[in-house]
Each structure stands twice: as structure tokens, then as C-alpha cells.
């Protein structure tokens, strides 16, 4: 049986990809017209809910429920807006590029049915800066769209109409944040906001507001067009669809696979990126970007999905592995974690601004063999107060989760660093 | 004094918002294409322009890292120094630029060709280590193939 691959189907390496009309040829903007034509804004939604999708950018919140929030009827603002969160910036992750530059119609799509469901009159494309390419590929789609009459006033003769702009970002992790997305479209500082009240409720310029990520985004058309039952069976677990995964570090064929949701960490590995590189083992990997916690060897036939990926105590994420092998130093890498998470923190709470860079430089003395045996209850100590609930935002708890693991996983490579006083992989 | 060319660049932008504020990060994008890099009479003109505090817009224009508040080189290296790259050989890469080049990180080189940064991942990790140099993404690389990549930008 061929497996069915609603995000990538009309994905062709190494050619453009498809215009306007080419799109529509493979059954293209057709679930947009039945959305508009044939389904309240509330049957959109509660298809999406039905369908068990879960928000891809790595929190993994159901989508459908994200919407329910958003109020609709005579009395809700007339302004509400819909946000495709493109700045994909968690480190590890490369998935959401495929989708804009292989298939930007794709997410226009999903953009104009999700942006119907809670009556969005304005959506933002939320780009980040380095994505030179994808910018390209989607300010022409937008054009294309437009003059198809799928975006602008009344699209499809519907009376519904939806304007629809891209905005490139100029950097910082932090505008991945959702509200700290808002403050950036906002032209300011992407601080995080206080919450209540939700971007649902009050976000872009005090507007309701959902930011999906792309890859949930682009999910919609292919649950309207089939139901919430066919999307439901292409998943191995409950957490409904397809997954983008993808694997990078020193395996022999990295990349980025589009396989039922549920698909097994050794299925990835070995199967899709071609297992190690000769003469390396693996030693452990980050399921989801940076922010997630290591998983090891005795994990790797865990289902990755949400659910089941908590179970051992790690998060799914973006489902872009990173692979830790044996001749790559633990210590090193965890550094490396903690720089980017140090110098990304905006500032804004003080346990992230002073706790990130005193991890970093606790991690960097180990490194050069100049730590103290203590230093590794300060690590302890800061996993758990920069954990969740003791900072404004997610970032610090995030960072916090490959720190946890590699102290518990790794523990003896960071005892080899003390005593011996020195990185064992370096010469 | 901001440009004609700058004030409708600038002009075009705040239509996709409901308030001239909104444009600011557009705004320093515009002006770093045209000059390279912000100055302070630029974060003046520009709030002028916006309706906005020079100390507000310049709130904005640091928190942003690829806003450059200094002059640049006429070519801008951004190495990524990410977990997939730093495991893949980022610093191997880093330490060749550096003598290559004979600056340190965040220095412009004497002839002004390039100013060498490192930037967060790049979104490429299947092809690391990588790095960008102005608005070219090159990837898989050694140092054999960087050096050849350096060539091209004069």
C-alpha cells in the first residue's frame, strides 16, 4: 500500500514549485472551496477537532480547540486575525522550509479555510530572516493567489474576503514565541506578553488572533477535503495525521520524511537517514530541536508522538532529530544548547537573563576541564528552578530539558570532565 | 534625510498594518538595504517618520541582531554556530575564517570585504555545517569548498 502523504504529495525535488493553476490541477484550493461553500465557520472547526490535529510547531495543543477560543458571531470584533508562525528558529529543525518553498500554495490553502473558521479578515505570514528563498517562492504565490481570487474580496463568490501579507523577520528565537511573535508584528521588542489574556481573545493589536504553525497549517486542506476519519487512520497512534521528521548529525542519509504520526525513532533513524555513519554509535538524540530532552538508546522504539514521547519524559517538538554520536562530546554539545539559549533570551525575566548565561558558563569551565564536582548540583539546581512555572515564558524551561537529560543520561561524561580535567574528545 | 526610493519603500510597508509603528522593523530593513547598516541619524529619521521616540525605534533596532548598528563589511559572513553545524564541524569552519580572514568574531576585515558574525541554524541541518554570506545560503561545507565559495565575493 502507498502511503498516503497530504503535506508533501506534490513535492518534487529539486523543481519549482507548483503554480497557481498546476496546483489546482492535483485537486488544488478544492477543500478551500468546500470549506467556504459548504461549511459554517464551526463545522471547519470542529472537523479540524474531530481530526485529532495537534499543533506541529512542537507544543503540540490541539488545533481546533486553539480555535474554539476565538470569539465568532455578531458581537465578536470585526477584525480578527490568523498568523502562520514561519520562523522556524528552534535549532535542529529545517521541516517547515520544505513546505513553504516546496509547496507555498499548499499553505495559502490552509491559510484561507483556517482563516474562515474564525473569520479572520487579515493573515500574516510570520517569515524568518534567513529563509531568502522562501520568501521568493511565497510573495509569488500570494500574487498568484490573488489574482485567482482566492485571496482579496469576496473569494469564491462567498462575500467572505481575506488580505493576506508576508512579513520577513530581522532575528531572535524569541519571535517564535507566540506572543512574542505579536509584539514583533507590532514593530516592537519580541518580549513575551503576560497571559491572560489569551491571543485568542486579545493578540494582534488587541485583536482576537491564532498563530498556527505552518506545518498544522497545511495540514487543514487534506483533513476538509477527507474527513476527520481518513486523517485520524494515517496516523500508528491517537495523535492524528502525518509528521514531518527530520534528522540531522552524523547519520549517513539526513533529511526530511513525511511518515505517519507514531513512526518509531529506529524506523527514522535507520530506515529513512541510513543509520550512523560507519565506525559511529549512537548515543542519544534530541527528538524535536533543541528544547527537548534526550532520549537514548532504550527509547528508540518509542512511537513519536506526542503522547507517547512524554512518556519518557521527553516532548516530540518540531520532530527533527538531532543525533548525538559517540565520538561527539556530551558536555560540548550541551554547551553549544546553552549558549544559543543564553543569548536568545530576550531579558525580559530575570531567572532566564541571569540563570541561562551562569549555565553557560558553568558548562564551559567543565568543558575546559576546569569545573568543580559542586558545579553539578548548581546544573541540578537550575534545571529545576528555570523549569516551567518560574519564568515568563517557555524559553528557560526548554532550555532547561536537554540540560536535565544530559545530566541524568550523561552523567558520567560530565564526572570524567571534573576529574580528569579535561574534555576527553578533545586532544 | 531619508530617500524618496526609502519613503516609498517605507510607505508600501505601513499599508500592510493599522498603524505606522507597526512598519518600524520594516522600515530599519529598508534603510540597512540601501546603506548597509543603521546609523543614528537614520534611527532619527525614521522615528521622525514613523511617529515614533528615536529611543523607542532604537529599543527595536538592538534587540534585533540582524539590524546592524555599525558599519558592516561590503560583505556580511553569518557562520551558524547550532547544535546540527556544531556537530558537524562549525568550529573548524570558524577557526579557518578567522585566520583566513585575520579577524575575530564580529570584526571587519581591514580591506572592508567581510565582516564575520555567526547566526543561529540556519534551517538547513541536512546540509550542515552551513553558513550565509549577504542573502546566499551555502551549505555542506569544508574548509576547501569555503575558501573557494570566498572567492566569489570581491
Given amino acids: 500500500m502507498t502511503m498516503e502523504k497530504p503535506l508533501t504529495k506534490n513535492i518534487r525535488p529539486d523543481q519549482p514549485p507548483l503554480e497557481v493553476k498546476e496546483y489546482e490541477k492535483t485537486g488544488g484550493y478544492q477543500a478551500a472551496r468546500k470549506a467556504l461553500k459548504e461549511m459554517s465557520p464551526k463545522q471547519v472547526q470542529e472537523m479540524v477537532k474531530q481530526s485529532n490535529l495537534k499543533g506541529r510547531g512542537g507544543a503540540g495543543f490541539p488545533t481546533g480547540m486553539k480555535w474554539g477560543f476565538v470569539p465568532l458571531g455578531d458581537d465578536a470584533p470585526k477584525t480578527k486575525y490568523l498568523i502562520a508562525n514561519a520562523d522556524e528558529m528552534e535549532p535542529g529543525t529545517f521541516k517547515d522550509r520544505v513546505l513553504l518553498e516546496g509547496d507555498p500554495h499548499l499553505l495559502i490553502e490552509g491559510m484561507l479555510i483556517s482563516a474562515y473558521a474564525i473569520q479572520a479578515s487579515v493573515a500574516y505570514i510570520f517569515l524568518r530572516w534567513a529563509y531568502k528563498s522562501s520568501a521568493q517562492v511565497i510573495e509569488k504565490a500570494i500574487t498568484e493567489a490573488y489574482n485567482a481570487g482566492y485571496l482579496g474580496k469576496n473569494i469564491l463568490g462567498t462575500g467572505y474576503h481575506l488580505d493576506l501579507y508576508l512579513h520577513t523577520s530581522v532575528g531572535r528565537y524569541m519571535c517564535g514565541e507566540e506572543t512574542g511573535l505579536l509584539n514583533a508584528l507590532e514593530g516592537k521588542r519580541a518580549n513575551p506578553r503576560a497571559k491572560p489574556p489569551f491571543p485568542q481573545i486579545s493578540g494582534l493589536f488587541g485583536k482576537p488572533t491564532i498563530v498556527n504553525n505552518v506545518e498544522t497549517l497545511c495540514s487543514v486542506p487534506g483533513i476538509i477535503s477527507n474527513g476527520a476519519e481518513w486523517y485520524k487512520k494515517l496516523s500508528h497512534t491517537e495523535d492524528g495525521g502525518t509528521k514531518l521528521y527530520g534528522v540531522s548529525g552524523k547519520v549517513k542519509k539526513p533529511g526530511v520524511w513525511e511518515l505517519p504520526m507514531g513512526t518509531t525513532m529506529r524506523e527514522i533513524l535507520e530506515e529513512h537517514a541510513g543509520g550512523m555513519w560507519d565506525g559511529l554509535k549512537f548515543r542519544g538524540a534530541l527528538p524535536g530541536g533543541a528544547s527537548t530532552d534526550f532520549m537514548v538508546e532504550e527509547h528508540l522504539d518509542v512511537q513519536m508522538d506526542f503522547t507517547n514521547v512524554a512518556k519518557v519524559g521527553s516532548r516530540l517538538g518540531t520532530g527533527t532529530i538531532i543525533v548525538l554520536d559517540d565520538k561527539t562530546c556530551p558536555v560540548g554539545m550541551v554547551k553549544n544548547l546553552q549558549h544559543f539559549f543564553a543569548q536568545e533570551s530576550c531579558g525580559w525575566c530575570t531567572p532566564c537573563r541571569d540563570g541561562l548565561p551562569w549555565v553557560e558558563k558553568i558548562l564551559d569551565a567543565i568543558e575546559k576541564g576546569e569545573g568543580q564536582p559542586e558545579d553539578l548540583d548548581v546544573l541540578a539546581m537550575h534545571s529545576k528552578y528555570l523549569g516551567p512555572g518560574n519564568t515568563f515564558c517557555a524559553l528557560a524551561p526548554g532550555a532547561m530539558e536537554p540540560l536535565q537529560s544530559a545530566l541524568k543520561y550523561f552523567k558520567e561524561d560530565f564526572d570524567r570532565h571534573i576529574k580528569t580535567k579535561k574534555c576527553p574528545w578533545r586532544n | ?154
Fill in chain 2, 1 to 154: 534625510m531619508l530617500t524618496d526610493k526609502e519613503i516609498q519603500e517605507i510607505d508600501r510597508e505601513i499599508e500592510h498594518y493599522p498603524h505606522k509603528k507597526a512598519a518600524s522593523i520594516e522600515a530599519l530593513k529598508v534603510v540597512q538595504k540601501h546603506r548597509g547598516w543603521v546609523s543614528d541619524e537614520n534611527i532619527r529619521d525614521i522615528a521622525h517618520y514613523l511617529e515614533m521616540t528615536p529611543d523607542e525605534l532604537d529599543g527595536v533596532a538592538t534587540f534585533y541582531n540582524l539590524v546592524f548598528r555599525k558599519p558592516v563589511g561590503r560583505h556580511v559572513i553569518l557562520v551558524c554556530d547550532s547544535v546540527s553545524c556544531w556537530v558537524m564541524g562549525f568550529e573548524t569552519l570558524m577557526d579557518h575564517l578567522k585566520q583566513k580572514l585575520g579577524v575575530q568574531l564580529g570584526e571587519t576585515t581591514k580591506d572592508e570585504r567581510f565582516t564575520l558574525l555567526t547566526i543561529p541554524c540556519l534551517g538547513t541541518c541536512d546540509h550542515a555545517p552551513a553558513l550565509m554570506i549577504d542573502n546566499d545560503l551555502h551549505r555542506d561545507l569544508t574548509t576547501e569548498k569555503l575558501d573557494k565559495i570566498l572567492e566569489q565575493y570581491k
